[in-house]
């Protein structure tokens, strides 16, 4: 059996982690540059609660006692927990396997490598070293662990190499140094590399808001984003604030950053086709086209809020024929920005004439937005240059392949048809900041649910996500920060856009 190293694969979160090592491998000061203090349970820190101090063997069994309640009732919650203990004993590695299975957490087992002069080395400078007959014992027991590991069942087993390496530190989910392990993840051959592009959905600009806005444009460019997106609703949706909170109408706000010349591609995600006239939103798109530099793209779908439509005055049809307006405004965007001034006419589209200036001065990518398999999928596979799909892994396989087949339907390349996905990830740049931001945006949901949806962590526990997300052919990622309140949070997102880069 060959470990992976611990360093270069993204760790999954939350999970039952069992550390595995002699003494002075190197675990405990590994565990501290990577956890949270309240995830790690160690059987040392156990023994100095319900014993004299770490070292009194006498109160082992009540520490591990303790020690098992803790890890059952952690995991039975779905939050992260750290075993800090030798690891060595096969019967107890089972039991956590056990709690892992019941609580439906992933199992990871860390095996620590570092060599046998490194240890006793540690060894020798604690204050209370461990008899060197058991330290040896210990090494000797690693000698089998390989093997062990192999049959029991874990869902990861990685390794760590501690040797020499000081306190043994690895490199946190952020990928910080914190010793001399370091953070490396290399590009899986084939995988694609995917645009980013900010998606904002709350606008905490205080006393000057074009400032605000401009800022957080500039730092996008800063941060790698290729491009910036505004959602296009009139009322601010409940999945990210409450009714009276600001959100600006979107294509004004985008004319006013395009003459920031960012570099940034500028656009809606997504417009419901219930809000503005076809040919007026063919010539609002053109503009912002023009004004841009030819870097618009223009995200479209059926809407789906009818409190928004009530609360305006506007008519909100059946679903049946927001879709039928959906290919109604699809097929006149493309009209108005052809060529020429000639009449056009189709089954459902009859203009008298097609005279749209300016033109848009580049090919202005139409993206699909929503994912009903029976209509909207099939719309985006005969009409769209894209299709917007939810970013969670299980839910794009199925809607992938529901859309290849529709493109295999209407006779078209499911290759011309670009997927992207809208992701609303908590990313922190600390443990500390990930669960405070957990905390602070769950609401009445259960942290450890929120955490999952949000996929919280740091920005190298996204890396691999966004990565698997490439390799399905994802071509573009929008990104929805939930906890955006200032421009120095966009720079969260840097250290996994450069990785994808």
């Known amino acids: 059996m060959e470990l992976d190293r611990a360093e270069q694969v993204a760790t999954p979160d939350p999970a039952l982690v069992v550390l595995i090592g002699p ?18 349970v160690s059987s040392d820190q156990l023994r100095s609660i319900v014993g004299s101090g770490e070292h009194d063997l006498d109160a082992s069994a009540d520490a591990f006692s303790l020690l098992d309640q803790i890890v059952a009732a952690r995991a039975g919650r779905g939050l992260t927990t750290v075993i800090d203990t030798l690891g ?27 060599d046998q002069a490194t ?30 590991l192999a049959a029991e069942g874990f869902d990861q087993v990685l ?113 419901p086709v219930t809000f503005r006239a076809p040919g007026v939103l063919a010539k609002s798109v053109a503009t912002l086209d023009v004004l841009c530099g030819g870097r618009a793209f223009c995200g479209i779908g059926a809407g789906w809020w009818d409190r928004e439509h009530s609360a305006f005055g506007l008519p909100f049809p059946p679903a049946r024929d927001r879709l039928d307006q959906l290919e109604v405004a699809i097929e006149t965007l493309r009209v108005l920005w052809q060529p020429g001034t000639k009449a056009y006419r189709s089954d459902r589209v009859q203009l008298p004439e097609t005279t749209c200036y300016p033109r848009p001065v580049s090919a202005v990518p139409i993206i699909v937005g929503g994912s009903g398999e029976r ?74 649910a929120f955490a999952r949806r949000h996929h919280a962590g740091l920005a190298a526990d996204h890396i691999a996500r966004y990565r698997q997300l490439a390799e399905r052919g994802v071509s573009t990622i929008f990104v929805a920060l939930p906890d955006l309140a200032e421009p120095d949070d966009v720079g969260r997102l840097a250290p996994v856009i450069a990785a994808l880069a």
């Open 375 to 448: 209509r909207t999928l099939r719309i985006a596979a005969r009409l769209g240059d894209g299709c917007n799909l939810p970013s969670d892994l299980q839910v794009l396989d199925h809607k992938l392949s529901v859309l290849r087949e529709h493109c295999r339907a209407v006779g078209r390349d499911p290759a011309d048809v670009q997927v992207t996905v809208l992701d609303v990830p908590v990313i922190g740049r600390s443990r500390e900041h990930v669960a405070a931001a957990v905390e602070r945006l769950r609401g009445r949901s259960d942290a450890a």
């Open 159 to 271: 390794r760590v190499d501690t040797s020499g390496a000081g306190g043994g530190r690895g490199a946190d989910r952020g990928g910080r140094k914190t010793g001399q392990t370091k953070t490396s993840v290399e590009s899986p051959a084939g995988a694609g590399q995917p645009e980013f592009v900010l998606q904002l959905s709350r606008f905490e600009w205080g006393d000057d808001p074009a400032a605000w806005i401009k800022s957080v444009a500039q730092a996008a460019a800063e941060a790698g984003f290729q491009g910036l997106a505004l959602m296009d609703h009139l009322i601010q949706i409940p999945q990210v604030g409450r009714a009276w909170e600001p959100i600006p109408e979107p294509l004004v706000t985008l004319g006013m950053l395009a003459g920031l010349r960012t570099g940034l591609r500028l656009g809606t995600l997504a417009t």
């Open 119 to 148: 240890c006793r080395d540690r060894n020798r400078a604690r204050d209370q070293p461990v008899p060197a007959q058991v330290l040896m014992a210990q090494l000797r027991r690693m000698r089998g662990i390989t093997a062990e």
């Open 23 to 40: 003494s002075g491998s190197g675990k405990s000061s590994w565990a501290a540059g990577r956890y949270l203090a309240r995830e790690i």
């Open 88 to 114: 060595l004993d096969s019967g107890r590695r089972a039991s956590y396997l056990e709690i892992a299975r019941r609580a439906r957490l992933p199992a990871v087992a860390v095996v620590f490598d570092a």
